[in-house]
């Protein structure tokens, strides 16, 4: 079987798809939804997405495959809304536990094969930065995933029409503050944010994307009317969580105004440098949009650090608060800076690594 997975629209696809009679294709029938991070494809139907929506065996389909082509829109250096849910939604091609690859950490892989993988990423007069972006991303999601990518190639398309669209709102904060972790109140991404909201001096809003799932137009509404806009984030197969590239993709097609953008992101893996990739797709979306980026705060070991910021400098947690710490008063000051990574305070990685798996287990055998 040969799978492709595209996000060509109606007329594009009409042109080629002669090419691919007989393959198994995935596009977008507007039915899919964003990965929710319940780690159900792993715990309770392991190898199978419990969102039932027709997405739900994309790990298996590409372990089935003899052939995987996955062809992408270029999108802020990776892939296009659609294609990273996709992606977003084939976790289940991996297990949960963690292992040491090339110096680290990474899910282990569910099958023993390391699947080829060709990718094509569209777009108009792409440069030669923008290229070494995409197969760098490429890169990490094909080291996270156990598989290998057997060809990235570029296909010139026609620049999509962006004309700006100017919309009155109510002013909700000059600082907004979005957790944009699909579980909520519940969310490490929340907990960051908090802190954050705690060292602010001007009035601020915090908003959850999962309020505005299915209603992006008036979350965008909302972020145009805020000087400050600070993105609190997960890491998903190696990037931006897709429902986020939805809202960026989205916000990009209105007029933007002076506006200054700040990111916490944080991951299950150890190393905070894994989250190089999405520091610079929020970058690029700033530099499309025209908005100013202004650094942020890389997390590794997000998992632990939620259930110890709590105690501010005190314990494994103090790295990081002290960064968000420092990112309210740069905030407060509307500085730009660089970006901060940073991980457990005296708290190895082998301890990290033990505790995360060992969890896991006990997760997998109560179910």
């Known amino acids: 079987m040969k799978l492709l997975i595209h996000d060509y629209n109606n007329e594009e696809w009409s042109k080629v798809a002669t090419n691919y009679e007989g393959w198994k294709i995935i596009s977008d029938d507007g039915n899919i939804r964003p990965c929710i991070g319940c780690f159900g494809c792993w715990l309770k139907t392991p190898g199978q997405c419990v969102i039932k929506d027709g997405y739900d065996q994309m790990g298996k389909l590409i372990h089935e495959a003899d052939e995987v082509l996955i062809i992408s829109k270029y999108t802020y250096g990776g892939f296009s809304g659609f294609i990273k849910n996709v992606m977003d939604r084939s976790i289940g091609y991996l297990l ?142 190696d990037g931006l969580p897709s429902q986020v590239v939805r809202l960026m993709e989205l916000f990009e097609k209105h007029c933007v105004y002076d506006k200054k953008v700040y990111v916490v992101s944080n991951m299950g893996f150890y190393e905070s440098r894994q989250l190089a990739n999405l520091m610079s797709m929020v970058k690029d979306w700033c530099q499309a949009c025209g908005i100013e980026y202004c650094g942020g705060v890389a997390i590794g070991g997000g998992g632990m650090m939620g259930s110890v910021i709590k105690y501010g400098s005190n314990g494994p947690g103090k790295n990081v608060y002290d960064s968000l710490v420092t990112l309210g008063e740069r905030i407060n000051k509307s500085d730009n800076s660089s970006d901060i990574y940073t991980s457990a305070y005296k708290f190895p990685r082998f301890m990290y690594f033990f505790a ?12």
């Open 96 to 237: 949960p536990f963690f292992r040491i690859y090339k110096g680290e950490m990474h899910h282990k892989p569910r099958y023993k094969e390391h699947k080829k993988i060709r990718f094509v990423f569209r777009g108009a007069d792409l440069t030669v930065e923008d290229k070494a972006k995409a197969c760098k991303y490429v890169e990490a999601v094909a080291k996270n995933l156990n598989t290998k990518p057997e060809d990235v190639s570029f296909e010139e398309c026609q620049a999509e029409k962006v004309v700006g669209q100017e919309k009155e709102s109510v002013v909700v904060g000059k600082t907004i503050l979005i957790n944009c972790s699909l579980r909520g109140e519940n969310a490490n991404s929340k907990k960051f944010l908090d802190v954050i909201a705690g060292q602010l001096v001007d009035d601020a809003t915090i908003i959850n994307l999962t309020s505005y799932e299915n209603k992006l137009d008036e979350l965008v509404d909302i972020l145009m009317t805020g000087e400050k806009l600070v993105f609190g984030m997960p890491l998903y197969v």
């Open 356 to 367: 995360a798996n060992s969890g896991m287990k006990r997760g997998m055998e109560t179910k």
